[in-house]
């Protein structure tokens, strides 16, 4: 079945870095483009980054932008968020979501939390 | 900055019909932003409801539909359910790969 499983949250300091990796299964993951959304504790959901299936094409959150560094390795079938200097603002559960029809987001991994705390 | 608006809660008889709204901050909300909309219950993923303004996601009861109402995006529960009680959310597709979701919306079903 179509599948995403986040992994690589966790617990750490402000301005450190923290890498999450995406694990698609069930579908042809080089024919998708992906998104991270994150949620912070209580609040709604926020759009991160997008990568285009092949790679090539990538943007970032204004709130991210220089910090975070969205990529993908298609022969892996994963999908990564690289994250340096971490803010407390940065504290959310990540969800990768697979790019569908109609610029929507029509799979969603379970997601993985991440806490920026001292 | 553009700012994507929903209701912060709405209630709804079991039974009865809501319409939850997706507005811009400025300007209209058109099917060129090809609004969609998820449901999401505590502790959970969001899960697909409707994309592309009014299309249904893959095993989406008919009781959700999605419009366009005046200048906003706006999804319906015909014969609402108490567990259809959850936190909807819209996002609209801004271009250039980029969303923005709206706060979403808390349904009472009571």
């Known amino acids: 079945q179509v599948q995403l499983v986040e992994s690589g949250g966790g617990l750490v300091k402000p301005g450190g870095s923290l890498r999450l990796s995406c694990a698609a299964s069930?579908?042809?993951?080089?024919?998708?483009?992906m998104s991270w959304i994150r949620q912070a504790p209580g609040k709604g959901l926020e759009w991160v980054s997008y990568i285009s299936s092949s790679g090539n094409t990538i943007y970032y959150a204004d709130s991210v932008k220089g910090r975070f560094t969205i990529s993908r390795d298609n022969a892996k079938n994963s999908l990564y968020l690289q994250m340096n200097s971490l803010r407390a603002e940065d504290t959310a559960v990540y969800y990768c979501a697979r790019g569908g029809v109609g610029y929507s987001m029509d799979v969603w991994g379970q997601g993985t939390t991440v806490t920026v705390s001292s | 900055q553009t700012v994507v608006t929903q209701e912060p809660s709405f209630s709804v008889s079991p039974g009865g019909t809501v319409t939850l709204t997706c507005g811009l901050s400025?300007?209209?909300?058109?099917?060129?932003?090809?609004p969609s909309w998820y449901q999401q219950t505590p502790g959970q993923s969001p899960r697909t409801l409707i994309y592309s303004t009014n299309t249904r996601s893959s095993g989406v009861p008919d009781r959700f539909s999605g419009s366009i109402l005046g200048n906003k995006a706006a999804l319906t529960i015909t014969g609402a359910q108490a567990d259809d009680e959850s936190d909807y959310y819209c996002?609209?597709?801004?271009?250039?790969?980029?969303?923005?979701f709206g706060g979403g919306t808390k349904l009472t079903v009571l």
């Open positions: 996002v609209l597709y801004m271009g250039s790969g980029i969303w923005v």
């Open positions: 069930g579908f042809t993951f080089s024919d998708y483009y």
């Open positions: 400025s300007g209209s909300v058109s099917t060129s932003y090809y």
